[in-house]
């Protein structure tokens, strides 16, 4: 009994069929012959097929990646809430200790206690400081501002400029 349901290929299979059909023409001279004419409709009516199923699966996986996102800022917003209840009832617990002028309080399981810290405040600008005491932070660079530039005839080193595409589904 002959099956009736054929094998579907592969995007990469489709591309390497239409590359070696390209091949094939380009063999006989660039003559298109109705045999050919007919393999690459064929091969163009499978890409067709594959790239709607492709853009099913981006658009499914564009949608799950949205409830990703959502789900994310979700979790972010209930992990706020509990730093704050924990920011909250830890000033709570120290400001009620500084009023019995407790330093320490031990528990069964737990030991609660001040411990000595230090910090440094500081009040001018940076570069009024010792150069050994700044840091030079470069938090990102200006793509557009040096795209422009080169684009006016500006030669900048280590930078250039880029021509790809990008796939666009509307």
Do not use: W
């Not at 591309?15 to 163009?44: S, Y």
């Not at 067709?48 to 959502?70: E, F, Q």
Request: proline fraction near 2%; include cysteine.
């Amino acid at each position: 009994m002959e099956n009736s349901i054929e094998k579907s290929n592969s995007l990469f299979e489709i591309t390497q069929e239409h590359l070696d059909l390209i091949n094939e023409i380009m063999e006989a001279g660039g003559e298109l012959t109705p045999e050919l004419e007919e393999k690459l409709k064929i091969n163009e009516s499978e890409l067709m097929y594959k790239a709607g199923g492709y853009i099913g699966i981006l658009r499914k996986t564009a949608g799950d990646r949205l409830v990703i996102k959502s789900e994310i800022n979700r979790l972010k917003a209930l992990d706020k809430q509990r730093e704050n209840l924990e920011n909250r009832l830890k000033n709570a617990l120290s400001t009620s200790m500084q009023l019995y002028d407790k330093d320490k309080i031990e528990l069964p399981y737990n030991t609660i206690s001040f411990r000595k810290t230090t910090s440094v405040a500081v009040y001018c600008e940076p570069e009024d400081l010792p150069k050994d005491c700044q840091v030079i932070k470069i938090t990102s660079v200006s793509k557009a501002e040096l795209k422009k530039k080169i684009q006016s005839g500006r030669v900048i080193d280590g930078v250039e400029i880029i021509e790809g595409k990008s796939l666009q589904i509307k």
